[in-house]
Structures are given as C-alpha cells and as structure tokens.
C-alpha cells in the first residue's frame, strides 16, 4: 500500500454524519476521505426502478423514517407510525402496499386495508424489541391481575402503536385505543374521559413522559407492571393508588440516550438544541429542549434557522438523514457510540428489489396477513386513534 497516512481533524462535535471527519474522541476508524460508494449495487437501483414502474399504480410503498436512505428513495411517501398508518388506509387502489418498516407497521396497515389488498414486509425479520416486549398472554395476565385487584373495570388500556396486533385487539375490546408518539397525550386524555386508570403498553417511557409532562401527573401517580414477576411485582394496593400502569418496556434504540449524553453535549457544544424522541427516559426528555415524533424532528429543524445547531436522540438513519438534508445547520448525534435499530435496518435494497420483483411475477412474497378476529377488535383500537381530534401541539 502507498500513500501517507493524514490524521484526521478532530471537530468539537459529539457525532458526525458517518464516514465524514472523524471525532478520535468516540468514533476511530469511520474516516472514510473522498466520497463513499454509492450504497448499493447501481444495478439493484435500476432493478428497483424498472420494478416499481412496470407495477406501476398497483403497488404503494410506504417508508417510515428510520429507513435507510437507499430504501426511502423508493417510498412512495415517508412518515411517522402515525402518517403512514393513514397512508395505508387512504390508498384502496393499491393491490400491494409494500411497508419499508417494521411488522407491527405491517400488521397495523393490513388491519386498516380492505380484504382485496395486500401487505407486504419485504424481510420478516423486521420486528421490534419493544413490541415483543408484551405478549399477549401476559397482558391477559397482567388485566386478571387488575381484575382481583378490583380495578380492571375502572382501566382504560392505551397500547402504542409499537405492539402486536393481538394486543391492539385485546385493547379494543376492553374499550382502549392504540396511540403513536404524535398522539399520545391525546390519547391518554381522552382514556381519562373513559374511566379513572390506564394501563399504557408496553412503553413505559413514552407512557410516564405522557403522563407526567403532558398531562401534569406526577411521577408518584404511575407504577411499572412487571410481566415477568407475579402480579406484575405489584401489591393490590399499589395498583389501586395509581393513576397510570406503565408497562415495563423500552425501546433498545432509544434507551442508549442518558442525561449525561445532554449535559456532554451541552458542554461541547454551547447553546445547542436537544431534540428527542418521546421513547428516551423521563430524565432523558426533561433535560431536553424540545420532544416529539419523528416527524415532529424532522418538521421542528426543517424550520429553524440556518446555522443553529441540533443534537438529535432518536434513531440514526433518520440523523443522517436530517443533517444531509440541512447543510445549512450543524447536526450531532445525542449518543457517542453509533446504534442503528437493527430490526428497521433488515429492509435494504436487496429485500426490496426481491420483493418488488417477486410480486411482478405474480408471486406474493412475506405477506402479513392479521386473522379476522384479531383484525375486528385491533381496527377498532386503531379506528379509535384515528379519530381523535389532531395530533396533539405539544407532540407534532
Ligand atoms: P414515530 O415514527 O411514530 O415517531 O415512532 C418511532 C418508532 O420507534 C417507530 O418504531
Ligand atoms: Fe422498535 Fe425502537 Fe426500532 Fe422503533 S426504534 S422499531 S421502537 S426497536
């Protein structure tokens, strides 16, 4: 090998769009000089193309936003749970609807879809950590729990959107409603309307930063239901005093943000702004500047002004993504170690190209199919959050 080796210039940021400059602080070895290589096989590129215009208005492709950038490129809209959830339902002409996201997304769009179209997950092993994290057999567990506690008549059950659809059934039969993070303060309010307690799936995040900084209850007001302890770890009293049963769930992703991720940030940076996603830690968030969705991120920097400066807790397609799309501004990553979320970045080109292909053929690849008992109680949960009045301002 020729060639003298040119250290790199260290910049005082936190994070930078990978592959650019180097921070020798947290990231040796992403310094990659030059322009990096087109992400993908330029043939596959084509491919895709040359698919997506022989099915032509057959099929819709939905990307949510922590898609890669090679995926999103195909979308035929991008958006948060919530948007794409309403995409779903708002294009009946579509024989296919291609999700570029993760399988509850799936699930949920083949709930809102009419029996002659069909979904499509372009790789199965798409999931969620978080989703996984509520079975339903344990939430029936945790609601017979309630149950003898003498509280389950009283409890509205609020699921994320982050949640298998037996759950989003099970939620509407028992008189909830799902909620995205643009919706959830919404959400929880009108539960309130329903009865005196909610049990909030399976985010207990999202749920206590809900309940707590939107609707001004107090940190007292909420318990974590732990499914893997008998009673959810819970005594009958403890459950009787709450006002809000948190679900004892996280998000992977965003739990790798922690206050001290802020106050580095700060110091490094001196009047940033800390953006994040409802789904870090109630410390996380109230040290933040400003939380929301992720189309709330994408909405709140498009907005600002050019050469203010953005440190960004949520997942890092989206942050790279941002930052190349407002070069005008300074963008950092929140976290100092680099973290895809590894179930959203399973759809890649390759995937999709296969499956857009596939479907050409007349061959239906990874369709997600919800049964129709399951469909009948989740499209009422999911109905329910569709029809509450506009996302919330302090959200979206
Ligand atoms: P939103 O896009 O609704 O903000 O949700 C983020 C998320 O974690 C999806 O998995
Ligand atoms: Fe699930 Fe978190 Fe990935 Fe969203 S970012 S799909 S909540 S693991």
């Known amino acids: 090998m020729t060639g003298t080796f040119v250290e790199p210039t260290p910049t005082p ?3 930078l769009l990978l592959g650019q400059k180097a921070d020798p602080e947290s ?14 096989d330029p043939d596959l590129v084509n491919r895709a193309r040359a698919a997506k215009a022989a099915l032509g208005d057959r099929v819709f492709i939905l990307g949510h936003h922590y898609q890669r950038n090679e995926v999103i490129e195909f979308a035929d ?13 708002a294009h009946p002409e579509a024989e296919f609807i291609v999700f570029c996201g993760v399988h509850f997304m799936a699930e949920s769009a083949d709930i809102l879809t009419s029996a ?9 092993a798409a999931g969620c950590s978080m989703a996984d994290m509520a079975e339903i057999n344990q939430v029936e567990d945790c609601w017979a729990a309630l149950d003898r506690a003498g509280v389950a008549e009283v409890t509205v059950p609020i699921t994320y959107m982050n949640s298998s659809a037996a759950i989003k059934s099970f939620t509407g039969k028992h008189g909830g409603s799902v909620c995205t993070s643009s919706n959830a303060e919404r959400s929880m309010e009108w539960a309130f309307e329903q009865g005196e307690k909610v049990l909030f799936l399976p985010d207990q995040h999202l749920g206590r930063n809900t309940a707590v900084r939107d609707l001004g209850l107090s940190l007292d007001d909420c318990v974590v239901y732990n499914p893997n302890k008998p009673d959810g770890g ?7 005093a709450a006002r809000v049963i948190l679900w004892k769930g996280h998000c992977s992703v965003h739990g790798r943000f922690t206050p001290e991720c802020v106050d580095d940030v700060r110091e ?3 009047g940033i702004t800390v953006i994040v996603h409802p789904e870090c830690a109630y410390e996380v968030v109230e040290k933040a500047d400003i939380v929301g969705s992720t189309e709330k991120i994408i909405a709140t920097i498009a907005a600002a002004e050019p050469g203010t400066s953005f440190a960004i807790g949520t997942e890092l397609n989206l942050v790279k993504r941002i930052a190349q799309q407002n070069p005008d501004k300074q963008i950092v990553y929140l976290d100092k170690t680099v973290c895809f979320c590894s179930t959203m970045n399973r759809i890649d080109l390759p995937h999709l190209v296969w499956a857009l292909e596939s479907l050409l053929a007349g061959n239906v690849v990874n369709q997600i199919v919800v049964d129709d008992d399951t469909k009948e109680w989740s499209k009422v949960a999911l109905d329910r959050m569709l029809a509450l009045p506009g996302p919330s301002a302090a959200r979206d």
Do not use: N, W, Y
Request: aromatic fraction near 2%; proline fraction near 10%.
């Open 116 to 124: 002659d179209q069909q979904v499509i997950l372009p790789d199965l």
């Open 234 to 240: 819970l005594t009958h009293e403890q459950m009787r």
């Open 13 to 15: 940021l936190a994070l």
């Open 27 to 40: 990231e040796r070895g992403v310094e990659c000089p030059g322009d990096l290589p087109a992400p993908s």
């Open 268 to 270: 490094q940076v001196p």
């Open 77 to 89: 809209v991008t958006g948060d749970s919530f948007k794409l959830a309403q995409q779903a339902a």
